[in-house]
Each structure stands twice: as C-alpha cells, then as structure tokens.
C-alpha cells in the first residue's frame, strides 16, 4: 500500500513536472511568437543597406526636398531603373518594360491587394478605386459606358464652362481691383481645389456645393471629404499597418476624426441617395449617380462608387493646375506662346472669352503644354500593387509573393532613357511632330496609369485644365510669389504643394 501511494506520489510529481514543463515552453514559445510577430509587423525589420538607413535615418532630406526627388535620383544611378526598398518591402520601378509587366502582360499577378483595400476602405468601400476582380469589372463597364458617352461629355463640358463664368472669372476679376488697392494675394492651389470640387461633385451627384463661392463656409461635406481622405493617406505612412488598425479598433486620435468624417459623409450621400429617388425620373438627369442608380439598388454600394470619383476627379486636376501655373510662371514664352495660338484660333481674348470644344480641338500647342507639365508633375506621383504569386520583372528583378510594387511616374519623367538628356526642361514642343500634338505611350507616360485599369476621366480631365487654363492665361497676369522656389510636397494620395501656390492677380495688357 505504502509502495502503491508513494509510486502515485512520484507519478503525481512527474506530471506536476511534465505540465510545468509544458507550460513554460508554452510561454517561452508564444512569447517568442509574439516578439516575433510584433518585430515583423511593428518594428520595421532591419537592413544594413544604404537605401534603407537612409530612408530611416530620413537623411535624404539634407539634399533633395522631397522624398520623390531623392526617389528619382536613385532611379536614375540604377543601371535597371529599379531600386527595392527591403525595409518597406517595396520594389520601385522607372522602367517601362516592368510597368508594362505589372499594368499589362501580368495584371493578374498584381492586384490593388488587401493592405492597400485595407488603408482607403473605410473611406471608399466597394468602390472602384478600392476592389479587384468582379466588383471592379462591373465598375469598370459601366463606368467607361457612363464616361465614354457624348451626352455626359457635353454635361461636363457645360458644368466646367459655368463654374469659371460664374465663379472663377469673376471671383479674380474682384481680387483684380483689390491688388492695385492692397496687393491683395491669393492661394491659386485653394482656388483650384475649391473649383474641382464644385466641378465633381456636380458632375457625379448633380449637386453643387459652391466650395468656389469664397463668402460661404466651406461646405460640411468638402470639408468632411478633405479630412476623411487626408487621414487615410496617413495611414500609409504608419510604420504598421497595426498601429492604425489598433488606434481604429480604441476609437483613438485621427482615427477617431475619421470615424467621424466619414459618418458625416454618409449622411450626406445617404440624403442626396434618398431625395433622388424621391424625385424620380433619373433617366433624364444627367448626373453620374443618376446613370448608377439605374441599375444598381443598394445605397451603400451607390455611396461607395461615387465617393471613389470624387477622389479620383478633385485633387488630381487641381494639383495638375496648380503646377501648370508654377511651371507657366517660370516659363512666360509658353504663356505667350498658348496665347498666339488661341488668339489665331478664338480671335483676340477681349471679342471671345469662351472657347468651345471645336476650337479646343484645334489647340495642338496647349494639348501639348498640359501633356509637358503632367510629365515634369503627375498628379499622382507612384502607384502600387501587391504581388499575388512570385515573379521575374523584364529587367531580372525578382519578386517575392506579398511584396509591394511601385511604378514611379514622377521619376519617369525625369529620366534621360526615356526622354532624352533635356528629360527636366519644361518643353511642349517635344509633344509636337509638324506643329501636330503627338501622344506617348502610356507605359512610358503612365500619368493617366497605363493597361487594364487605365484612367477612365483622362479626356475630362484634359478638357478640365485646358479650359481653365486657357480662360486664366487670356484673361489675367498670374504672378506667382516665389516661382524659383522648388516645389515641397505634402504627403497624400495626390500631390500638393505645402504652402499653397500664392499669387498676384493683374488684368491682361
Ligand atoms: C489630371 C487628372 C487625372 C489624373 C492624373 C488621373 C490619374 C489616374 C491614375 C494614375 C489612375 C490609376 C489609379 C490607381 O491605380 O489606383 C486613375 C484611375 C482612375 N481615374 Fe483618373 N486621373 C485624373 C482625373 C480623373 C477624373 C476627372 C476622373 C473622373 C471623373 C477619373 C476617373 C478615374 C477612374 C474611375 C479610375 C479607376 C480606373 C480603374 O481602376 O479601372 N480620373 N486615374
């Protein structure tokens, strides 16, 4: 008996021993596993490489302005055109034959990806910007369907036409009188901005905010716009994705703002959904909404879509004006230049302010000057997708499953392979064959993106900037404060310069 009690004894302290044991390599190894986890997901993994103690160091910005331009310069040196930043696990491309790879010949292999659905999903859902596979097809048909029409060109033509006779023109006529008194200045980016918005947000719901009108607040949904989409670039610029994702889940900070902001944006679409089909009729309004609401019954996914054209169609041509005019301001031969070609087309400015889609046509040197300054300045300066499957890039680079890669536009502008050793001249000229506009291709100019998800208001756009352009340049003298300054950029989804672009308003001579 006392044998059989000390042997269960003896077997009792094995098995104390036994789940000790088990518990402590347990603990020791979710211990480990979490260290591990956080160091991969939190802590930016190490790398000795110059690039990379650089980029973390943040000692590129002893010599270039803007990370884009220190981008650039490593493009260049690389005898690939490609650079891989292993602390972002990010490959950066300038070479055409790769952005043809991943836009074209392996799109499959390079969706947007959930990190990137992860960052901008709050803000735009379902929408275009932000799916892959059948949700963005079904966009994208109808879509190019909605955007290819005649009738919604002449709709956007005539909705740009009337923002800048009724707000823009006059609202710098007034600034003209207040000059001589006070030299008065004014923020051209704002300006820009505010007219963009006005201009999308008629477009897509038919509704007009009259960001433009400067005695009125800036709407509530503007402003709520502006947060929501600031707050979401942020979050790419998080060390982890989970110190966002952690701040979201504790309502904490921005993310908090922008819980906020987007409730008041759906609000807002919700009302502006309900009314029109309250109002019935959508077949003959003509708005973006209106054509969507056709065929689609669910409000959220109405919301989604059209949320993701505001984005695509506001700050892309302000900032596509504002450096027009920064790069105007240096370069008064191509002002005078579009001015000659307009008063030959228009006849002089004083007789015809308005130009019309005919004559507009007929401007090869203005197409050729916007084409030059979104070059030299791409609205949206990269663009990124994640690899779904392991992959060999045309010039040898290899990629792993799950690492994200970057097309550059901004450096491909700037790079002599692509355009020559006069690659950083400001030149429309180098668009024109016998004084007739000649297009790139977009692989090599991939502004507007390039392959099976290329822009789809690409012609809006362009007729967006050259009207303002033209109906500015006829009209007024911009003087831009400090046009020697080289541009700093804000961090965002499109770029913006920090500062502004402030301006002194003269009439013409
Ligand atoms: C100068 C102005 C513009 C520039 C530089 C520009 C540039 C771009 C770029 C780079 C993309 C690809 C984005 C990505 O991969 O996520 C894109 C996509 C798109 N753009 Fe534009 N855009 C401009 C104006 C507009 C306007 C005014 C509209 C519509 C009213 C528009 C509608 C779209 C749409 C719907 C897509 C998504 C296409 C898809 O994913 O299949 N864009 N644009």
Same mark, same amino acid.
């Given at each position: 008996m006392e044998g059989m009690v000390s042997n269960f004894l003896w077997l009792q302290s094995l098995f104390t021993s036994l789940n000790f044991l088990f518990f402590s390599f347990t603990l020791v190894f979710s211990t480990l596993g979490l260290f591990l986890f956080l160091s991969k997901r939190l802590l930016k993994p190490c790398c000795g490489c110059e690039i990379c103690q650089t980029y973390l160091s943040s000692s590129w910005s002893k010599e270039f302005n803007n990370l884009c331009d220190w981008y650039t310069h490593l493009l260049r040196e690389s005898p690939t055109q490609t650079i891989h930043v292993h602390v972002l696990r990010n490959i950066i491309t300038a070479n055409p034959k790769n952005v043809e790879r991943i836009? &074209?010949?392996?799109?499959?292999? #390079?969706? &947007?990806g959930k990190p990137f659905s992860a960052i901008l999903g709050d803000l735009l859902g379902r929408g275009i910007f932000n799916v892959d596979g059948e949700y963005w097809k079904f966009q994208r048909k109808m879509a190019s369907l909605a955007l290819g029409s005649v009738s919604i060109r002449n709709y956007a033509f005539e909705i740009v036409t009337c923002e800048i006779r009724d707000r823009l023109v006059p609202l710098l006529s007034s600034l003209v009188s207040q000059e001589v008194q006070k030299g008065a200045v004014l923020d051209l980016q704002d300006v820009f901005r505010r007219f963009s918005f006005d201009t999308i947000c008629k477009f897509s719901?038919?509704?007009?905010?009259?960001? $433009?009108?400067?005695?009125?607040?800036?709407?509530e949904f503007a402003t709520a716009f502006d947060l929501a989409s600031r707050i979401s670039a942020e979050r790419a610029l998080s060390p982890s994705a989970l110190i966002w994702k952690i701040k979201r889940f504790l309502n904490l900070g921005t993310e908090k703002d922008l819980r906020q902001a987007i409730k008041l944006l759906n609000l807002l679409a919700e009302d502006m959904i309900k009314s029109k089909r309250k109002m019935g009729?959508?077949?003959?309004? &003509?708005d973006l909404l209106s054509r969507f609401m056709q065929s689609i019954d669910d409000d959220n996914y109405l919301r989604d879509i059209v949320v993701s054209f505001l984005l695509a169609g506001r700050d892309t041509v302000a900032s596509g004006l504002t450096s027009l005019f920064w790069l105007l301001a240096n370069h008064p031969h191509v002002v005078s230049a579009i001015r000659e070609e307009s008063d030959k087309i228009m006849g002089p400015s004083s007789d015809n302010e308005f130009v019309t889609h005919d004559q507009m046509r007929k401007m090869q040197y203005l197409q050729a000057a916007i084409h030059e300054s979104l070059r030299l300045f791409?609205?949206?300066?990269f663009d990124s997708r994640f690899s779904q499957a392991n992959d060999v890039l045309p010039d040898g680079t290899f990629v792993e499953r799950g690492t994200r890669v970057t097309y550059h536009a901004y450096a491909m502008g700037r790079m002599e392979h692509i355009?020559?050793?006069?690659?950083l001249e400001f030149k429309p000229?180098?668009?024109?064959?016998d004084g007739v506009f000649t297009p790139e291709n977009p692989i090599k #100019?991939?502004?507007?993106?390039?392959? $099976?998800?290329?822009?789809?208001g690409k012609e809006m756009a362009l007729v967006e900037m050259k009207t303002v352009a033209l109906s500015l340049i006829r009209k007024f003298e911009l003087q831009v404060s400090s046009p020697d300054n080289w541009p700093r950029f804000a961090p965002g989804l499109t770029a913006t310069l920090r500062g502004g672009l402030p301006v002194v308003v003269k009439e013409r001579n």
């Open positions: 836009v &074209k010949t392996n799109f499959e292999n #390079y969706p &947007k719901f038919g509704l007009d905010p009259k960001c $433009l009108e400067l005695s009125l607040p800036m709407s009729g959508l077949s003959a309004q &003509k791409p609205p949206v300066q355009w020559g050793s006069g690659c000229e180098r668009w024109l064959r #100019y991939p502004v507007f993106h390039a392959g $099976l998800r290329v822009c789809l």
